[in-house]
């Protein structure tokens, strides 16, 4: 199962990190070996900022991969390109379709409780999914045996994680790290917050994975399409658009709800 993990190394670098990349990889590069990058880079990932950890490895700045997806065998992998540079990778997604998820978010009691602001901010999440009219909606539930996906407290090296679709289902575990976010960092802020953990989710990757410096600032990369197609969008334009909600990095405070790229790329698969 491939897992994303927004990762951080001590709180005064986490805030550091906020003010131009929320998203961002904080803790140093270690030796990683060229066969393992190679294994990174057939799977599609960018494979110069690769981060041993916790058994695997963080790709990209938030995503984690086991030893054992390394190995692993992606079939029909397929690249939605909109406006020449934003492109929102698919490997598996969810099917059934049309069908509802159901999300359980714990504002209540017990060592996963999250701050009761957190509820507004997933209901605002759920809407911006559900406006767009999509074969997959979203609805909030208020028990965890009834949420496809649960949204829990996270207490480990990350900010945020979740993971992509499985066996046509969502990946079924959202962890957000309120002692890092804090008890009500904004609603429409933790909201981009949600709903790009829920993209993950439904199997979308970040809108600029061939470019990180698009959202996090540096040099440009782009390691290419990794031997897989790509399908290109018509009638959307050509030139960048900044305000992706998948986007790797997000400042402080910021607010992205979809974009019309985001609802071209939403619509083609669901």
């Not at 406006?83 to 978010?105: D, H, K, M, S, W």
Request: charged share 15%; with cysteine; glycine share 12%.
């Amino acid at each position: 199962m491939l897992k994303c993990v927004l990762t951080f190394a001590g709180l005064a670098l986490f805030f550091a990190a906020l003010n131009s990349c929320t998203k961002n990889e904080i803790a140093a590069e270690l030796a990683v070996p060229e066969h393992v990058k190679n294994q990174v880079s057939a799977l599609g990932f960018r494979a110069d900022e690769v981060i041993e950890a916790d058994g695997g490895y963080v790709v990209e700045g938030d995503i984690f991969l086991t030893k054992e997806d390394l190995n692993a065998t992606i079939v029909d992998i397929q690249s939605l390109i909109v406006a020449n540079t934003e492109q929102y990778r698919t490997t598996n997604l969810v099917t059934g379709l049309p069908r509802n998820i159901t999300v359980f978010i714990n504002t209540g009691s017990g060592g996963q409780k999250l701050p009761t602001s957190y509820g507004a901010a997933l209901d605002e999440a759920i809407n911006r999914y559900n406006a767009e009219n999509l074969l997959v909606t979203f609805s909030r539930v208020y028990s965890a045996s009834a949420g496809a996906i649960d949204i829990l407290k996270g207490t480990g090296n990350y900010l945020a994680s979740a993971g992509f679709p499985s066996g046509g289902n969502p990946y079924g575990t959202i962890r957000v790290n309120s002692s890092y976010l804090g008890n009500n960092p904004g609603t429409n802020y933790l909201a981009t917050i949600l709903a790009h953990e829920i993209g993950h989710c439904i199997g979308f990757r970040h809108t600029d994975y061939m470019d990180r410096s698009y959202s996090c600032g540096g040099s440009y990369y782009n390691e290419g399409q990794a031997g897989v197609g790509a399908i290109h969008i018509p009638g959307t334009p050509t030139g960048p658009d900044a305000n992706s909600w998948m986007l790797s990095c997000i400042g402080a405070g910021q607010n992205r709800p979809f974009n019309n790229n985001d609802k071209t790329a939403l619509n083609y698969l669901y």
